[in-house]
């Protein structure tokens, strides 16, 4: 685990090319962590309910990476975790008569529980099949809800449990708990990538049946990212939920989250750490000039990013990331890993003989498929 | 007797369903891609359909089917030609889902944008309330002529694929996009004619069925969703299997409402997960 951190905070710090010294790497995390802490008292009650939304906006979409990206599964129905994740966490806070952030873990829990049991018989769809079929499966738990008068049906429910947490931290801890879920579900999957199911996970996106003979679970890997991700929104969508302290399943259940998730991922670059950072930026900086600077609709703000999803699937499939990457000094969170030097070879040569993976994810390596 | 009148109901119902369908099941079965913006190109045709009533308000609605078509036909040609085959040769199976999600995106808020939100309809007159009667069963005159225009439509369809030059061509693209250029035909031109075509069944469906339900710029998603599990239940290998999920879904849809009033969709949803469930196997022979 030290290992695992260690090789994260070297790749924030050290900016991949450069290698510099211990205090300078540790000063770096030292300063961005002080940054975050007294933020709620430097920037106002706006600019820090807009970092929230944006910080878990890229929580969830790193988790539709994660699976679009590198698992090979097209979630269409991730919007299903969001709301869920939402439930549990109201339901949670308001039956055991506690502050939601007590309650928070229960939320990814009970996602991860329902998508452990859904991928059993998701999974046996592929690719388009199971883009819709996650999305068939939203709408049906979307519509039990709608329909369960004890879950606040159609009317949805609010939070009064947020009264018992000081007004005046309500905003600050917020900002500071959605801060930690953007930072781990970036760190986080950076970690599983790096490790065994990680390597396994991008053997199959490049080539399933290399990765089959040698024996890579295909199964086994997609059902670790698929959960995991879920989990992923939940906490997300609860922490989202808590910040407006009402819930219902037209708001929970949008697919406008899964299209939000879609366009971040496919701007920024599928299949890169990065690309889901840089889309997000892309993603809430174009709203703000169009919604703000330009006073257009919010549906004329979907229309245009729409227009560049479409222009960025066509033109630039790997996403804006690949371009700007050159300028920054190289990936700042490679998961690519070099050759192994002669005498690790012996140790390591069934893990080597799969894990040449590209970076990209769509149109990935050339001729295989 | 009620139960009776709701199964031939759904039946009837389901046909229109099936319609929905099997542009969708064309469009995969030809060029692999699951066209996402179907349910969109569903719900334009609709207010399209709006737009010329109000045009021509002395004509029936049912006469403005084949204009509408042709639109469809043209826009769907457009769509293939113009985006949709960029991506179609990647070898990455998902460019295609994500395009046309992205014009599926566009696509809805433009039409909030232009139509606004609120729930439209189309009217279709006297023929809407006129019902017939069988030895005490009373059954709309319209889902009739809807479930006879769709049989006609899956006919003319199967004939034209099994029967036609056209055809001919169509399957052989389906099996072997590559084998079929050195026949001379070009892969391309044929998806954007199958692409105009499963866009035109769509916008028939999509003014059926505006007719029997209002609509919004947002029930795309539903009609996408019901198409394209009309597909998956259907995918025996003919288009007769697309009218019979139709037909499945009609009838789970309407005994659902009928047991539970304001269900909505969502018998007709977890009839569908079922048989995910239990029919994996029959699910991926959806070609032409």
């Not at chain 1, 129905?77 to 969001?82: D, S, T």
């Not at chain 1, 996106?205 to 040698?214: C, G, K, L, M, Q």
């Not at chain 2, 919004?216 to 969703?225: A, F, I, M, Q, W």
């Not at chain 2, 047991?259 to 070609?287: I, S």
């Amino acid at each position: 685990m030290t290992q695992i951190r260690w090789r994260a905070l070297q790749a924030v710090a050290g900016l991949g090319t450069r290698r510099p010294g211990r205090v300078y790497r540790w000063s770096i995390v030292a300063v961005c962590v002080l940054a975050v802490i007294v933020a709620p008292w430097v920037i106002g009650e706006g600019a820090q309910r807009f970092l929230s939304e944006a910080m878990l906006m890229l929580a969830m979409a790193q988790m539709w990476n994660l699976l679009a990206g590198y698992a090979g599964l097209v979630s269409m129905g991730q919007q299903v975790f969001v709301g869920l994740g939402a439930y549990g966490l109201f339901f949670a806070s308001i039956s055991l008569k506690v502050a939601p952030f007590w309650v928070l873990p229960l939320a990814p829990l009970l996602c991860a529980a329902v998508a452990a049991i859904v991928a059993l018989f998701m999974f046996r769809l592929r690719e388009a099949y199971f883009a819709i079929g996650t999305w068939v499966f939203s709408e049906v738990v979307s519509l039990l809800i709608s329909k369960t008068e004890r879950l606040g049906g159609e009317r949805g429910v609010g939070l009064p449990t947020a009264r018992l947490v000081d007004p005046r931290w309500l905003e600050p801890l917020t900002f500071w708990i959605s801060a930690a879920i953007a930072v781990a579900s970036v760190f986080g999957t950076y970690a599983l990538l790096r490790s065994r199911v990680g390597l396994g996970l991008m053997t199959v996106r490049d080539n399933d049946v290399a990765a089959a003979s040698i024996g890579v679970d295909v199964w086994r890997n997609r059902f670790i990212a698929f959960v995991i991700a879920a989990a992923g929104c939940g906490l997300a969508g609860a922490v989202s939920f808590t910040a407006t302290l009402y819930v219902a399943p037209g708001f929970a259940f949008d697919p406008n989250w899964v299209v939000a998730m879609m366009i971040i991922v496919i701007i920024g670059g599928i299949g890169t750490l990065e690309g889901p950072i840089l889309g997000v930026i892309i993603y809430f900086a174009l709203r703000e000039t169009l919604t703000v600077v330009f006073g257009l609709s919010a549906g004329w703000y979907l229309i245009g990013l729409g227009m560049v999803a479409i222009a960025a699937i066509l033109f630039e499939p790997d996403g804006l990331w690949p371009l700007v990457r050159g300028r920054l000094g190289g990936d700042w969170l490679s998961v690519r890993r070099e050759p192994p030097t002669p005498p690790r070879i012996a140790a390591a040569t069934a893990a080597a003989a799969g894990v040449r993976s590209s970076p990209h994810g769509l149109g990935a390596t050339p001729g295989d498929r | 007797m009620i139960w009776v009148e709701t199964i031939i109901n759904g039946v009837l119902y389901g046909g229109l369903y099936g319609l929905l369908g099997v542009g969708l099941a064309l469009a995969v079965g030809v060029m692999r891609v699951v066209n996402l913006s179907h349910g969109e190109f569903i719900v334009l045709s609709a207010f399209l359909g709006v737009s010329l009533v109000r045009v021509v308000p002395w004509l029936h609605p049912l006469a403005l089917l084949l204009p509408v078509a042709v639109i469809a036909f043209c826009l769907g040609f457009g769509l293939q030609a113009v985006l949709i085959n960029r991506v179609v040769t990647r070898p990455d199976p998902f460019a295609g889902i994500l395009l046309t999600f992205g014009v599926a995106v566009v696509m809805r808020n433009l039409m909030v944008e232009i139509y606004g939100a609120d729930p439209r309809h189309l009217q279709a007159g006297h023929l809407a309330q006129a019902s017939a009667g069988f030895g005490g069963l009373h059954v709309g005159v319209l889902p009739l002529l809807i479930l006879a225009l769709s049989v006609a439509l899956f006919t003319a369809l199967q004939l034209v694929l099994t029967r036609t030059r056209f055809g001919r061509i169509v399957r052989a693209t389906a099996d072997h996009r590559d084998v079929v250029r050195l026949m001379g035909v070009n892969p391309g031109r044929v998806y954007n004619l199958v692409m105009g075509l499963s866009l035109a069944l769509a916008s028939v469906a999509g003014m059926l069925l505006a007719i029997r339900a209002s609509f919004t710029p947002y029930s795309g998603v539903e009609r996408l969703l019901v198409a394209f599990e009309v597909v998956v239940l259907g995918g025996l290998g003919t288009f007769w299997g697309a009218m019979l999920g139709g037909i499945t879904l009609g009838v789970a849809e309407l005994v659902g409402l009928r047991l539970d009033p304001n269900a909505g969709p969502l018998y007709a949803h977890l009839l569908f997960l079922v048989g995910v469930l239990l029919r994996p196997n029959g699910l991926f022979r959806a070609r032409t």
